[in-house]
């Protein structure tokens, strides 16, 4: 396993603000609100990054292509793996990094067409930024915020040039 970035004290900061559209309320109010958008929008993919919104898309019928998981939520609660799937990838990725493994597989993974799973033993929050880098133009990848609601990052040449920023301002790896 090769550390790609390490997360700085400043861009964990500059993270917790959401990266996208904020969708505040309850499940069903939240998930009403993406139907509409993702009928309104049809966005070219939708991949979603934790395991609470990644579980609440499935049971409202909005069945994201790629699934980014670690089976816990906020980071202590075991959540078990219950949603279809074609394919199950496995990688690493330690809290705090982005590993050369996980965006080897979320960049595979959105090259097909196949309803992906990628579960992390780690942490999959920074992949949320690897997810936006390589989506298609006009993708969605949804997260959740904690206590606040569920985020829609349109996936746009402005919000992929943010992200190579935030990986230019993380501490790259030394190998």
Same mark, same amino acid.
């Given at each position: 396993?090769?550390?790609?970035?390490?997360?700085?004290?400043?861009?964990?900061?500059?993270?917790?603000?959401?990266?996208?559209?904020?969708?505040?309320?309850s499940f069903l109010e939240t998930m009403n609100k993406i139907?509409?958008?993702?009928?309104?929008?049809?966005?070219?993919?939708?991949?979603?990054?934790?395991?609470?919104?990644?579980?609440?898309?499935?049971?409202?019928?909005?069945?994201?292509?790629?699934?980014?998981?670690?089976?816990?939520?906020?980071?202590?609660?075991?959540?078990?793996?219950?949603?279809?799937?074609?394919?199950?990838? #496995?990688?690493?990725?330690?809290?705090?990094?982005? *590993?050369? =493994?996980?965006?080897?597989? !979320? $960049?595979?993974? %959105?090259? +097909?067409?196949?309803?992906?799973?990628?579960?992390?033993?780690?942490?999959?929050?920074?992949?949320?930024?690897?997810?936006?880098?390589?989506?298609?133009?006009?993708?969605?990848?949804?997260?959740?915020?904690? #206590?606040?609601?569920?985020?829609?990052?349109?996936? *746009?040449? =402005?919000?992929?040039?943010? !992200? $190579?920023?935030? %990986?230019? +301002?993380?501490?790259?790896?030394?190998?």
């Open positions: 396993m090769t550390i790609a970035y390490t997360i700085t004290p400043e861009l964990r900061v500059k993270l917790k603000d959401p990266f996208g559209t904020l969708i505040q309320g139907k509409k958008l993702v009928e309104i929008e049809k966005p070219t993919r939708i991949i979603s990054v934790g395991d609470i919104v990644s579980r609440n898309l499935h049971k409202s019928n909005i069945n994201p292509q790629l699934t980014i998981i670690d089976n816990v939520s906020l980071r202590y609660q075991k959540i078990p793996e219950e949603d279809p799937v074609d394919k199950t990838v #496995y990688v690493k990725n330690p809290q705090g990094t982005i *590993t050369h =493994e996980a965006i080897v597989a !979320v $960049k595979k993974a %959105l090259e +097909g067409k196949k309803h992906i799973h990628i579960v992390v033993d780690g942490e999959e929050d920074l992949l949320t930024l690897i997810a936006v880098l390589y989506a298609p133009e006009n993708s969605f990848v949804v997260y959740g915020q904690p #206590y606040l609601g569920v985020v829609i990052i349109r996936a *746009t040449s =402005e919000k992929k040039a943010q !992200v $190579k920023a935030f %990986l230019n +301002g993380m501490k790259p790896s030394k190998s």
